[in-house]
């Protein structure tokens, strides 16, 4: 078994397979995934709640019953509408699955993200179905046919997704180009998670990539749809959030643990992040509670909750 490596809140999964080599099954809520990029094709199914995806300049809605899917190495962002947050089952398989069978897997593109949005009801219907059981063979109790029936159902259902959605090959050498961005995008993003209350610059991040200023800003921008500046900051504000949630910390100290050169600058931020002063956000933050609290930008179900939620939607979906 692996582990998954937290890079800023997992902007570059580093996919743990523990259960079968090469596939993961996960059910997750989630408040807000911010900016990240994984090595796996992802398939996704909304179990509960509603929220906006962004993909490269992509923005498109789910609510329950949606699916949809992130090519591998595709930068995405989902956040949900509410605090009240949203349930997805995932079904990540990497580009190495079933290889000797299925090489297209691992230059695989997807050319449609929204699945509901662009197949017929009848495609949908019969994609969701294959994919519960996919994600129920995933997460039955291991036997002696266990991998063979997850294996069997898994191609199933990529077998079906890709006779009925739009997708490409990528060439060799635009798979290995979009490979070397990417991981570009992942040392970006772990000097910031790593230097976040430092000084930070975009100079000193163009010199250990060996790129220009300008090169630097336009490929952040591109890829996390913000300016250099403005990721930094909400690093910095994600992490005094935290603290000023789960620690009695003054605002003062919190701004200058976060990174923040004037605790006025993390003020102005929780204004408008809340719509209310700075004490009055502060006062809401540590009225919320631990659950609250811990599912704040993402949480993995057990697998005994995540089959509840999985069988509560089944059952919901077939009435």
């Keep these: 078994m692996g582990t998954q490596r937290k890079i800023r809140n997992e902007e570059y999964e580093v996919l743990a397979y523990p259960k079968l080599n090469h596939v993961r099954a996960s059910i997750v809520h989630i408040i807000n995934r911010n900016t990240h990029v994984h090595r796996a094709l992802e398939l996704g199914l909304v179990l ?8 490269d300049e992509r923005i498109f809605p789910i609510q329950k019953g949606s699916l949809f899917f992130f090519n591998a190495n595709e930068p995405h962002q989902i956040q949900a509408s509410s605090q009240a947050g949203i349930k997805v089952a995932y ?30 009801p009848q495609y949908l219907d019969e994609l969701t179905r294959l994919m519960v059981q996919a994600l129920t063979d995933y997460m039955a109790e291991d036997s002696v046919l266990y991998a063979l029936r997850c294996v069997c159902s898994i191609c199933q ?22 490979n070397k961005k990417m991981a570009r995008l992942s040392r970006i993003t772990e000097y910031i998670d790593n230097n976040y209350s430092e000084k930070i610059t975009l100079e000193q991040l163009a010199k250990q990539e060996g790129v220009t200023t300008t090169y630097l800003s336009h490929f952040i921008h591109d890829h996390l749809h913000m300016t250099f500046q403005e990721y930094v900051s909400s690093v910095r504000f994600e992490r005094a959030l935290k603290l000023l949630r789960d620690t009695s910390m003054c605002m003062t100290d919190v701004s200058v643990v976060s990174g923040f050169s004037d605790v006025k600058y993390l ?8 719509g209310m002063s700075a004490q ?5 933050l540590r009225r919320e509670t631990p659950l609250q609290q811990a599912e704040q930008e ?5 697998e005994e909750l995540g089959r509840s939620w999985l069988a ?5 979906y077939n009435q």
């Design 91 to 120: 079904l990540q398989v990497a580009s190495s699955f079933c290889s000797e069978y299925l090489s297209c897997f691992r230059n695989l593109e997807l050319q449609e993200n929204d699945l509901t949005g662009t197949l017929p």
């Design 280 to 284: 009055e956000s502060c006062r809401q």
């Design 298 to 302: 993402q949480t993995f179900a057990s």
């Design 48 to 55: 509960e709640g509603d929220a906006i995806v962004r993909v």
């Design 157 to 178: 259902l990529y077998s079906r997704l890709l006779t009925v959605a739009p997708y490409r090959q990528m060439t060799e050498a635009a798979y290995l180009a979009r």
């Design 267 to 274: 003020s102005r931020m929780l204004e408008n992040h809340f």
């Design 312 to 316: 509560a939607f089944w059952r919901e």
